[in-house]
């Protein structure tokens, strides 16, 4: 019997996993095995495996995907589901010695075996330590930078890049978002002529929907250049220039007179667990006595903090998630009265999916914007991060807390 490229791969696979791949495999030779009637992984270049042998990790899968090495045909959150079911259910195996030295002769058959290839132009490459300043501004130009014209591509026409709320079922994921913004007002008690204060306020959603909406003076704070025009062009589109700043500042510059309610959309993650009581302090400190704080945030299991390999090297550099529990404790280590708590997580899956449609309908636009290695960066981002709330290895809370009226 003729043993085929992707026989073998298929042969080392089951060695090293302990279990038939739960997907199909075409090599680059055209060869296959396994399952064809589901997702099938595509090796188009013997440098995938290259990649996996230096990194036999989501990373190494990561590089390899986003080079085009490596490709998924059929449904990718489908595939992805069925690597993860594995590990959930522990069906992975630690690999035998005989086992490793076994793929080690494969490789080598198979010309694998060289030097580590370098990573993607696409993967963050930062230094200095975590989270001072002047990184904080490269990791997020990294990612919120990207382009103003990609994000307006993908997301909804208020451009807001967080977890909408779907408050009745057949809602699009524009009517969410503003439903998503409509709630963040209601419950801070927005009135005409309060102050706001939104830090890390994105492309403008929240600033814009609180002026618009509620007739609130609103500041926006970011420390993306391309976001701090893109929100200063807005506001004058919109008919808010009057009610509406944007400040480019980092959250530890921010002073003056306290605002009646603040607002923080999805930008606690960005902050880091060390700087984290810090960033809460702040916030505490420009709220006004009796002043109530609407924080969004993405939460992890205490087992896994942070944000993954792919997500922390693409994606977004040196997030960190953490329990929800541990969020509220630094709240009220900084003087907050915690209100209530609402998980939206269902939410961000139908908010993800609705942006991955986007993408694959609008795919040969989006790599006109930022390039084939960044779409795919994108398209495996949310593939992956519509699974991972699905299956609840992430949340998503909306916390709702208080500034005392006198300090305690």
């Given amino acids: 019997m003729v043993v085929t490229t992707a026989g073998r791969l298929t042969d080392v696979v089951e060695r090293v996993l302990g279990t038939s791949p739960p997907v199909g495999l075409r090599a680059w030779d055209g060869s296959t095995a396994g399952p064809q009637d589901g997702p099938v992984a595509v090796i188009r270049d013997r440098r995938a495996l290259r990649r996996l042998l230096w990194n036999p990790d989501e990373l190494g899968l990561a590089r390899a995907y986003v080079a085009g090495e490596l490709d998924v045909e059929g449904d990718l959150t489908d595939a992805l589901a069925r690597f993860w079911a594995l590990a959930r259910r522990g069906a992975l195996s630690k690999p035998k010695p005989a086992d490793l030295l076994s793929a080690f002769r494969t490789a080598v058959r198979l010309g694998v075996i060289g030097p580590r290839p370098a990573p993607p132009d696409e993967e963050a490459r930062l230094s200095g330590r975590r989270h001072t300043q002047a990184r904080d501004r490269r990791a997020i130009a990294h990612h919120y930078d990207l382009s103003n014209a990609f994000y307006r591509l993908v997301l909804d026409p208020s451009m807001a890049y967080s977890c909408a709320y779907f408050s009745s079922p057949g809602m699009t994921v524009a009517e969410a978002q503003h439903a998503k913004l409509d709630l963040v007002c209601r419950k801070l008690g927005l009135e005409p002529g309060m ?8 492309w403008g959603s929240m600033v814009v929907h609180a002026a618009k909406h509620f007739g609130v003076h609103a500041t926006g704070v970011t420390i993306s250049a391309q976001q701090k025009a893109f929100v200063e062009s807005r506001i004058v589109e919109e008919g808010v220039a009057d009610l509406v700043t944007v400040r480019l500042q980092d959250y530890r510059d921010v002073s003056g007179e306290p605002f009646d309610a603040v607002s923080s959309i999805e930008m606690g993650e960005h902050v880091g667990e060390e700087n984290y009581p810090e960033y809460a302090r702040v916030l505490h400190r420009m709220l006004k006595p009796g002043g109530h704080l609407l924080l969004q945030q993405m939460s992890r299991g205490a087992n896994a903090p942070g944000g993954g390999a792919f997500i922390e090297s693409y994606v977004a550099p ?10 509220l404790a630094h709240l009220e280590g900084a003087g907050f009265e915690v209100r209530g708590v609402q998980a939206l997580r269902e ?3 139908w908010t993800v999916r609705a942006w991955a449609e986007t993408l694959e309908r609008c795919w040969d636009e989006a790599v006109r ?5 960044q779409a795919r960066v994108w398209r495996l981002y949310l593939a992956g991060g519509a699974l991972t709330f699905e299956e609840g290895r992430m949340g998503v809370d909306q916390v709702l807390a208080r500034r005392a009226e006198v300090a305690a």
Avoid: F, Q
């Fill in 318 to 327: 040196d997030m960190h998630m953490r329990p929800l529990s541990r969020t």
């Fill in 369 to 373: 914007l930022v390039g084939e290695g």
């Fill in 195 to 202: 102050r706001l204060l939104d830090v890390g306020c994105g």
């Fill in 347 to 349: 939410h961000y899956v």
